[in-house]
């Protein structure tokens, strides 16, 4: 008998999960990024890209197969995924992995839910096809990580380890919610492969189309699943053959044991990093810090220069350019400005330090930031490069006009293990991302069912409770505009 492939293992790993189920603290863990992203889902409707990815989706038309959070009108569950996972990546407010640097939950939620809701799947059933495709997502984003580079090569070629692995466990996670055996699971991961892709320039000059990413990544998972229950196959050397995945990425520069070692035992989903901040991960010390500073005192009119000390690597995302990062013209650059994030802890925010109010187009190009913002300088620093990439550590040195050095050394990141969030504290990021668009009463539903998800008989009764938002307008077809266009 052959030695299986390594999508082989994957395979096998998926068959068994959905056989025998969960330990508890992956179960558990689970269940709370299902309540994120449904959080991050209902309050990424404040963006025009939120609209547009809606408006697109709705325009398709199809059969009603699956809940878009916040739209009455149900859709495909292929359209259904790409619509919540733009929504669910859009605020970069959801979950990341480290070292891998890769935000799975955003695409493997809503390709699972999507699939659930169509496929008439419990929540059990549910749960457990989410936390494998996480697994999955994160095992083939760890196959990418470099021990002695100290990075992700992924990220080294530019690529978006999030959306193209991302697209690999939302695979998994939609075959196993469809039925799929073994077989059924490699070649959905064969398909998905031909369809996975990504990269990562906007996070350094501008646009948003990163927030497309964790959609199209969900999408190419539900859609592989469902054209392997049609009768087509993949590759069973998808990712390590000759011409497969990682020679294909990443040049055949990859780490076989990322995947199969302690495959089915050691979990990774429980250690996946939630945000406490709307903003790139790389910025989140530079917060802290800044609410440190405040703690201590420090007022805008004291601070003379900041320098934030931050590992090599990410100085590109959220230092470089400099005069760009000191003066975003827009919410979503702020998220991704090291000076901006410094500024905004500095001045203090809401949420659990800074919430999403803090990040908009008139703070971004508000006299009293731009002009704290232009102080900030932002370096390497060693001891962060040392830590980099398990952290994203940052060493903010502030002068005051009076002549004091006030240091701040934020090593490790709010929302990982060592800094967990509560489950207090997570109810009130889902509190805040949903506050005037759904009830108190609706809220306190939806958490209490997600709370209880594996005893839910179907999906779509947890959703509904999301699917008509207030305070939102609601999303028409884009209506033709010529007679030619309306044939």
Same mark, same amino acid.
């Given at each position: 008998m052959s030695e299986p492939t390594l999508g082989g293992h994957l395979a096998a790993f998926a068959a068994d999960v959905a056989r025998d189920g969960l330990p508890d603290e992956v179960a558990a863990s689970t269940r709370q990024r299902v309540l994120d992203v449904l959080g991050l889902c209902v309050a990424a409707h404040r963006l025009d890209t939120s609209a547009a990815i809606i408006g697109?989706?709705?325009?398709?038309?199809?059969?009603?197969?699956?809940?878009?959070?916040?739209?009455?009108?149900?859709?495909?569950?292929?359209?259904?995924?790409?619509?919540?996972?733009?929504?669910?990546?859009?605020?970069?407010?959801?979950?990341?992995?480290?070292?891998?640097?890769?935000?799975?939950?955003?695409?493997?939620v809503p390709a699972a839910l999507a699939a659930a809701e169509h496929a008439g799947a419990d929540g059990a059933q549910t749960v457990r096809a989410v936390a494998v495709g996480l697994e999955v997502a994160v095992r083939l984003g760890m196959a990418g990580y470099d021990q002695e580079l100290g990075n992700s090569v992924f990220f080294e070629h530019g690529q978006h380890a999030t959306s193209i692995t991302g697209a690999m466990g939302s695979a998994v996670a939609a075959s196993l919610l469809y039925g799929a055996d073994e077989k059924g699971v490699l070649d959905a991961l064969g398909l998905t492969a031909s369809m996975a892709s990504g990269i990562?320039?906007?996070?350094?000059?501008?646009?948003?189309?990163?927030?497309?990413?964790?959609?199209?990544?969900?999408q190419a998972g539900v859609t592989a699943a469902q054209l392997v229950r049609r009768g087509f196959t993949g590759p069973p050397t998808v990712l390590e053959g000759r011409f497969g995945f990682f020679e294909a990425w990443l040049h055949g520069r990859f780490f076989p044991e990322a995947i199969t070692e302690g495959l089915g035992k050691t979990w990774a989903v429980p250690d996946i990093f939630f945000k406490p901040y709307p903003a790139n991960h790389f910025t989140h010390t530079s917060v802290d810090a800044g609410l440190a500073l405040r703690a201590r005192g420090v007022r805008p009119d004291d601070v003379a220069s900041i320098v934030i000390g931050a590992p090599t690597a /990410?100085? $590109?995302? !959220?230092? &470089?350019?400099?005069?760009?990062? %000191?003066?975003?013209?827009?919410?979503?650059?702020?998220?991704?400005?090291?000076?901006?994030?410094?500024?905004?802890?500095?001045?203090?925010?809401?949420?659990?330090?800074?919430?999403?109010?803090?990040?908009?187009d008139a703070l971004a190009q508000d006299p009293v930031r731009r002009a704290?913002?232009?102080?900030?300088?932002?370096?390497?620093?060693?001891?962060?490069?040392?830590?980099?990439?398990?952290?994203?550590?940052?060493?903010?040195?502030?002068?005051?006009?009076?002549?004091?050095?006030?240091?701040?050394?934020?090593?490790?990141?709010?929302?990982?293990?060592?800094?967990?969030?509560?489950?207090?504290?997570?109810?009130?990021?889902?509190?805040d991302n949903v506050a005037g668009r759904v009830s108190?009463?609706?809220?306190?539903? /939806?958490? $209490?069912? !997600?709370? &209880?998800?594996?005893?839910?008989? %179907?999906?779509?009764d947890v959703l509904s409770r999301l699917s008509t938002l207030t305070g939102t307008t609601p999303v028409d077809p884009i209506t033709p505009t010529t007679e030619e266009e309306s044939a």
């Amino acid at each position: 008998m052959s030695e299986p492939t390594l999508g082989g293992h994957l395979a096998a790993f998926a068959a068994d999960v959905a056989r025998d189920g969960l330990p508890d603290e992956v179960a558990a863990s689970t269940r709370q990024r299902v309540l994120d992203v449904l959080g991050l889902c209902v309050a990424a409707h404040r963006l025009d890209t939120s609209a547009a990815i809606i408006g697109h989706v709705l325009d398709q038309g199809g059969h009603e197969q699956a809940t878009i959070v916040g739209s009455p009108q149900r859709v495909t569950a292929a359209q259904a995924a790409l619509a919540n996972g733009v929504l669910a990546h859009s605020l970069d407010y959801d979950d990341t992995h480290l070292p891998s640097v890769l935000h799975p939950s955003a695409s493997v939620v809503p390709a699972a839910l999507a699939a659930a809701e169509h496929a008439g799947a419990d929540g059990a059933q549910t749960v457990r096809a989410v936390a494998v495709g996480l697994e999955v997502a994160v095992r083939l984003g760890m196959a990418g990580y470099d021990q002695e580079l100290g990075n992700s090569v992924f990220f080294e070629h530019g690529q978006h380890a999030t959306s193209i692995t991302g697209a690999m466990g939302s695979a998994v996670a939609a075959s196993l919610l469809y039925g799929a055996d073994e077989k059924g699971v490699l070649d959905a991961l064969g398909l998905t492969a031909s369809m996975a892709s990504g990269i990562i320039e906007a996070n350094r000059t501008g646009g948003t189309v990163k927030r497309l990413h964790c959609g199209l990544a969900a999408q190419a998972g539900v859609t592989a699943a469902q054209l392997v229950r049609r009768g087509f196959t993949g590759p069973p050397t998808v990712l390590e053959g000759r011409f497969g995945f990682f020679e294909a990425w990443l040049h055949g520069r990859f780490f076989p044991e990322a995947i199969t070692e302690g495959l089915g035992k050691t979990w990774a989903v429980p250690d996946i990093f939630f945000k406490p901040y709307p903003a790139n991960h790389f910025t989140h010390t530079s917060v802290d810090a800044g609410l440190a500073l405040r703690a201590r005192g420090v007022r805008p009119d004291d601070v003379a220069s900041i320098v934030i000390g931050a590992p090599t690597a /990410v100085i $590109r995302t !959220i230092g &470089a350019p400099l005069e760009t990062k %000191r003066a975003p013209e827009t919410g979503y650059q702020a998220q991704f400005s090291g000076p901006y994030a410094v500024v905004a802890g500095l001045l203090g925010g809401g949420g659990l330090g800074t919430g999403l109010d803090d990040y908009t187009d008139a703070l971004a190009q508000d006299p009293v930031r731009r002009a704290l913002m232009a102080k900030v300088d932002v370096v390497p620093d060693e001891r962060c490069d040392a830590i980099y990439p398990h952290q994203f550590p940052a060493v903010v040195t502030l002068h005051t006009t009076s002549g004091e050095v006030l240091v701040e050394e934020v090593l490790t990141n709010r929302g990982g293990p060592q800094r967990p969030l509560t489950d207090d504290e997570l109810a009130q990021k889902f509190r805040d991302n949903v506050a005037g668009r759904v009830s108190d009463v609706d809220a306190d539903a /939806v958490r $209490r069912d !997600i709370h &209880a998800l594996e005893t839910c008989p %179907r999906v779509d009764d947890v959703l509904s409770r999301l699917s008509t938002l207030t305070g939102t307008t609601p999303v028409d077809p884009i209506t033709p505009t010529t007679e030619e266009e309306s044939a």
